[in-house]
């Protein structure tokens, strides 16, 4: 009995710790978990020249959302464009564009 006892007891436990918070969640959810939620958040929609494919507006996708301050980043090959929030605290639109590193990219708009 008390063997059992100590087998529910861990149990819970370990599931009670696996629903704690860590620092493994990305973009903005990071930022809000830590307290410092992006406040100055700007949109911008950018042209993509060259996309073919969805492959290739994931690819340009991947690596927008990997720039440093960029909160979600949506891109359509079939317009040749991305949509793209940012934290303009952290990084300018031109900087994000300059991520697409295989599709030239340039800010068609930046707004608040």
Known sequence: MKRLLIIVVSMAAL?????????????????????SAPT???EATLAIDGMTCTSCALGVEYQLKHVEGVIDAKVSYEDGTA???????KVDAETIAKASDVYPASVLDDSS
């Open 40 to 42: 100055n958040v700007h």
């Open 83 to 89: 949509y793209v929030r940012y934290d303009a605290d």
């Open 15 to 35: 599931l009670l710790a696996g629903c704690a918070p860590t620092s493994r969640t990305t973009g903005a959810t990071t930022e809000t978990l830590r307290g």
